[in-house]
T-cell receptor, first 115, second 111 residues
Framework: DAMVIQNPRYQVTQFGKPVTLSCSQT?????MYWYQQKSSQAPKLLFH???????NEADTPDNFQSRRPNTSFCFLDIRSPGLGDAAMYLC??????????????FGPGTRLTVL | GQQVMQIPQYQHVQEGEDFTTYCNSS?????IQWYKQRPGGHPVFLIQ?????EVKKQKRLTFQFGEAKKNSSLHITATQTTDVGTYFC???????????FGPGTRLSVLP
């Protein structure tokens, strides 16, 4: 029944040790988003894919990369996590882009802890 | 760049009282969306407004889109403890590709 699935739900990594978070969707949506959300803050968009087209936000650090091998899956790679990267990472999907009538469906998130 | 503001940042109400959160954009929006995030949860879509001056209702929730399409409000009548959470508005970014979220209004409801 789940539509946007994120794995793992909790991830603990060490400072500087690469980590990959995954997201899958059963909605067949064209757009997939990765957000970073820190405590008591709004979700902050890192990047999004429209189909295979990748769009990086201007202020997303180079430390963050993403892959979308097919429609259903999208990955967030953090190459060298720092303490400031500890956060909830939310994946979301939508049928189309923000300018249209397209709601976002969010996954449950992955909470990343950096030791 | 585009900015989306929300007030208040926090609101504490007694159960049964009404609640309103306001959203303001620095630019005209083609549409605006509202999301609710329960404590420990993820944002859940509530509604999308498109037309100037549009008003939509969902049970005790009333959503408005301003005439100039630069502001919006969410009003909850007779709050319940199940209304607890953070309410975010979100509008299309500068190029209409992504969503820009407001900082949110955190609602606490005292029983």
């Amino acid at each position: 029944d789940a539509m946007v699935i994120q794995n793992p739900r909790y991830q603990v990594t060490q400072f500087g040790k690469p980590v990959t978070l995954s997201c899958s969707q059963t909605l067949n949506h064209n757009v997939m988003y990765w957000y970073q959300q820190k405590s008591s803050q709004a979700p902050k968009l890192l990047f999004h894919y429209y189909d295979k087209d990748f769009n990086n936000e201007a202020d997303t650090p180079d430390n963050f990369q993403s892959r979308r091998p097919n429609t259903s899956f999208c990955f967030l790679d953090i190459r060298s996590p720092g303490l400031g990267d500890a956060a909830m990472y939310l994946c979301a999907t939508s049928r189309g882009l923000a300018g249209g009538l397209n709601e976002q469906f969010f996954g449950p998130g992955t909470r990343l802890t950096v030791l | 760049g585009q900015q989306v503001m929300q007030i208040p940042q926090y609101q504490h109400v007694q159960e049964g009282e009404d609640f309103t959160t306001y959203c303001n954009s620095s630019t005209t929006l083609s549409n605006i969306q509202w999301y609710k995030q329960r404590p420990g949860g993820h944002p859940v879509f509530l509604i999308q407004l498109v037309k100037s001056g549009e008003v939509k209702k969902q049970k005790r929730l009333t959503f408005q889109f301003g005439e100039a399409k630069k502001n919006s409000s969410l009003h909850i009548t007779a709050t319940q403890t199940t209304d607890v959470g953070t309410y975010f508005c979100a509008g299309p970014g500068n190029y209409g590709q992504n969503f820009v979220f407001g900082p949110g209004t955190r609602l606490s409801v005292l029983p």
